[in-house]
């Protein structure tokens, strides 16, 4: 303000696009002006606030209007310009005073462009931006809220901007909580306008520094414009114990305070006895209607914890010991800094092609254990050499142990691309889900045809495991592959083929269609339609694109072409449209409050 008062009452304008013209004729005109109210302002007029202001003459007296506010002063020759500088320090529409109320800015064309271009922009300091940016800082970056009361945050904030006074730690915490509201009514509006059914993924977190638990809960749907959200609805502390009652409390006290209680079409958990109670428990408590098939598919298990628990059941039953020893192996190499760097040392010297740094696993993921073990197969030499000059590295792996890896890290490579798959967060995977979990059976069958005795006792338990959980899952997720326009019935009889003999194939493909049916059966009643979804037609098996990520999709193309002229008892191609226009057609017009919303599962 102290810059701004000197500059208005320097007798020298501050620009050069402020200063006047003086031309030879006093009384010629330096502007002209259409409106004939308006006066010239000539060469006597040399006070710069004359830039701001016109002259005007209004019945029998001439007066200033201000070219931003349109607010009308004494402008006669006798009014002196005092009382129009003092209107321009306070006009609110005035917004550049002079240039040092202005800030050079770079611009550049695209992130690459090493060049800026600097341009004089006008600058406004506003206290309360400052405060927004500095909780969604703190936020993002989990910084502790006391760091706003630190003598060197407060020197550094006051060197970037001397007028941005930093709030104290109370102030901050309710700019934060002020910013989970806003946030919140955003989700819970995304939520209101989503048509569909909300699909639920839930699991339980416990933080290392406190070893307390938490349940997140996250939210899946298709918004109006057919994109796959994903919203994380609680993140909430659940004391102990974590009994299937008090699980269960926690998950529907998160449900029904956001409405979803109508709206459910699956939850997803992990796969444990005290989450199989906590979904009977909350079967429940929601009203049996609304769910999905009368509660069928209102349990659903995680399909790449489903992959965990068939991998951690194979490798611990033929290399238990043998992952321990390569586990114990990587922590001690990664203990400490001067045992890394030695470890990096002779690493260079034996394998100088290999660059990957040890990563220790995490028992629960057991891609996690893929990684730590294919990175270790890769400097099995060095452990060996470091094993002869370390008298403190005790019990490294046995020459039995990287032959049985090594092995089945080939035959593992399959299911860490399938985790992957279905790790998926910016894409829906409900469709991949068939196609990926068909071709692993029939990779693991295969393996029972291994030289290696290790390989078949995997294989063998990696099968039993498979099968306890196929058909709970198998079912709505082939649903998915047929609602998908490129494989229809087609894919699921190619893999049935592939897995069950022709008595269970004829079985399983009339279970799953049977399924499909009786989905649009319900979606049309609770819409108020009638489904011809009875017919037991056929339907033309169509075309698929090819893929080259899918090992049978070639196999397929050619089951294909053989199949076109025979009917199998699924959909004709015009019964299928017309359930998915149907299915469309529903979705687009559906009531949210009725909580009869179109299908949407994860």
């Not at 940016?133 to 006051?158: C, N, T």
């Not at 959200?229 to 299937?244: D, G, K, N």
Request: proline letters at 3%; glycine letters at 4%; hydrophobic letters at 35%.
């Amino acid at each position: 303000e102290n810059l701004s008062e000197m500059s208005n009452n320097a007798s020298v304008p501050t620009s050069a696009s402020n200063t006047p013209i003086a031309i030879d004729d006093d009384e010629s005109p330096l502007e002209t002006n259409s409106d004939p109210s308006l006066l010239p302002i000539t060469s006597r007029h040399t006070s710069a606030v004359w830039s701001d202001f016109k002259r005007k003459r209004v019945g029998d007296v001439i007066k200033a209007e201000c070219n931003h506010c349109s607010k009308l002063l004494a402008g006669g020759s006798k009014a002196g310009t005092t009382h129009l500088k003092d209107h321009i320090k306070i006009c609110p529409k005035r917004v550049c005073q002079d240039l040092r109320q202005t800030r050079m800015f770079g611009t550049k064309k695209n992130l690459n462009d090493k060049n800026d271009t600097m341009t004089l922009a006008p600058y406004e300091f506003h206290q309360e931006d400052g405060r927004r940016d500095l909780a969604e800082m703190i936020i993002l970056h989990e910084y502790p809220i006391s760091m706003v009361e630190h003598i060197g945050f407060r020197k550094y904030s006051k060197t970037l901007q001397p007028g941005f006074k930093v709030p104290s730690r109370n102030t901050t915490r309710k700019d934060i909580m002020k910013r989970y509201e806003l946030e919140k009514e955003n989700v819970a509006t995304l939520l209101r306008k989503a048509k569909g059914k909300i699909a639920l993924t839930t699991d339980m977190w416990t933080a290392d520094n406190q070893r307390k638990g938490y349940m997140a809960v996250t939210s899946h749907f298709i918004d109006n414009t057919w994109k796959l959200q994903s919203r994380i609805i609680r993140f909430l502390y659940v004391p102990a114990p974590h009994t299937a009652e008090v699980l269960a409390d926690a998950l529907k006290e998160s449900i029904q305070s956001w409405n979803l209680d109508l709206r459910l079409s699956s939850i997803t958990v992990d796969n444990c006895s005290t989450n199989d109670a906590m979904m009977e428990i909350l079967k429940g408590v929601f009203p049996y209607g609304s769910l999905l098939l009368r509660g069928d598919f209102f349990h659903m298990r995680c399909c790449a914890h489903i992959l965990n628990l068939i991998v951690q059941d194979g490798l611990s039953a033929v290399v238990s010991n043998g992952v321990q020893r390569i586990r114990d192996s990587v922590v001690f190499w990664t203990a400490s800094d001067k045992r890394v760097q030695r470890f990096e040392q002779v690493a260079k010297q034996i394998t100088p092609e290999c660059s990957r740094k040890l990563a220790l696993d995490c028992k629960t993921r057991w891609n996690s254990t893929y990684e730590m073990l294919s990175i270790a197969t890769s400097y099995k030499e060095v452990f060996v050499v470091l094993s002869a000059r370390n008298n403190l590295y005790k019990n490294p792996p046995t020459p039995e142990d990287w032959e049985k890896v090594e092995k089945i890290c080939e035959h593992l490579e399959v299911f860490s691309k399938t985790t992957l798959s279905f790790s998926g967060t910016n894409y829906p995977t409900a469709n991949l889900y068939f196609p990926k979990i068909c071709a692993l059976r029939i990779a693991i069958s295969g393996w029972l045809l291994s030289p290696h005795d290790y390989v078949r006792k995997m294989a063998d338990i990696m099968l039993q495991k498979y099968n306890k959980y196929w058909a709970s899952v198998n079912g709505l997720m082939g649903v998915a592959t047929i609602l998908d326009p490129r494989y229809k019935m087609a894919l699921i009889r190619f893999y049935f083929a592939k897995n069950f003999d022709e008595h269970d194939f004829e079985i399983e493909v009339s279970r799953i269609s049977d399924l499909l049916r009786r989905l649009v059966d319900e979606y049309g009643s609770k819409m108020g339609k009638t489904q011809g979804s009875s017919n037991q037609q056929d339907f033309d098996l169509g075309s698929s694109s090819k893929s080259n990520e899918e090992t049978f999709m070639q196999e397929f193309a050619e089951f294909l072409q053989q199949d076109k002229d025979s009917n199998c008892g699924e959909f004709k191609d015009d019964e299928y449209a017309k359930l998915v226009g149907e299915l469309e057609e529903g979705f687009e017009t559906c009531d949210i409050d009725s909580g009869t919303s179109g299908l949407c599962t994860e």
